[in-house]
T-cell receptor, first 115, second 117 residues
Framework: AQSVTQLGSHVSVSEGALVLLRCNYS??????LFWYVQYPNQGLQLLLK??????LVKGINGFEAEFKKSETSFHLTKPSAHMSDAAEYFC?????????????FGKGTHLIIQP | GAVVSQHPSWVICKSGTSVKIECRSL??????MFWYRQFPKQSLMLMAT?????????EQGVEKDKFLINHASLTLSTLTVTSAHPEDSSFYIC?????????????FGEGSRLTVL
């Protein structure tokens, strides 16, 4: 069984400041991990994914995440926040290769960018 | 990346009627598609796994007779909400995974917002 915990349902940062969204996972097998972004009334867009290759993963829009097995974490960061980053962010986990299973999502973190 | 399209984006219906939502993979074939439901300001909950040519697999607590899923081809899955009631109002999102690639990544449709009056 797999689960994801996202710490903080809301995170507020100033424009230009560091963005840090936290994600911890639980998995009985080596996981695949994902970060998705959702804008209002839209589907989900993949930001980045970890699939057992490099532990530091770079994604779109300047985001990156580091897989830390010892901490069972996959936190999402961006050095400098932009107003357009305001959205809902979901961390998700799946079994390696995905298989026949869908993803297990965290509860999401709403990112607020202060001007 | 791969494209998944949903239709309609918005639908409003009267209580007791049925509503069909389509999910299409536009540039890849998907033997498996997933249907999620999202309540306001909440995460996505997997409702069912749609399997091409066979019966869908429903998650615990999801009514099979309420949410009918048909996966008639490798590019189309449909979700029919039967005898809809206001509590069925929600945002429904489908997703699919390309067969040979994608390394577990799911591609999502734009979502369909259902409002039952």
């Amino acid at each position: 069984a797999q689960s994801v915990t996202q710490l903080g349902s809301h995170v507020s940062v100033s424009e230009g400041a560091l963005v840090l969204l936290r994600c911890n996972y639980s998995s009985s097998v080596p996981p695949y991990l994902f970060w998705y972004v959702q804008y209002p009334n839209q589907g989900l867009q993949l930001l980045l994914k970890y699939t057992s290759a490099a532990t530091l993963v770079k994604g779109i829009n300047g985001f990156e995440a580091e897989f830390k097995k010892s901490e069972t974490s996959f936190h999402l960061t961006k050095p400098s926040a932009h107003m357009s980053d305001a959205a809902e962010y979901f961390c998700a986990v799946s079994a390696p290769g995905g298989g026949a299973d869908g993803l297990t999502f965290g509860k999401g973190t709403h990112l607020i960018i202060q001007p | 990346g791969a494209v998944v399209s949903q239709h309609p984006s918005w639908v409003i219906c009267k209580s007791g009627t049925s509503v069909k939502i389509e999910c299409r993979s536009l540039d890849f074939q998907a033997t498996t598609m997933f249907w999620y439901r999202q309540f306001p300001k909440q995460s996505l909950m997997l409702m069912a796994t749609s399997n091409e040519g066979s019966k869908a697999t429903y998650e615990q607590g999801v009514e099979k007779d309420k949410f009918l899923i048909n996966h008639a081809s490798l590019t189309l899955s449909t979700l029919t909400v039967t005898s809809a009631h206001p509590e069925d109002s929600s945002f429904y999102i489908c997703s699919a995974r390309p067969g040979l690639a994608g390394l577990g990544e799911l591609f999502f449709g734009e979502g369909s917002r259902l409002t039952v009056l």
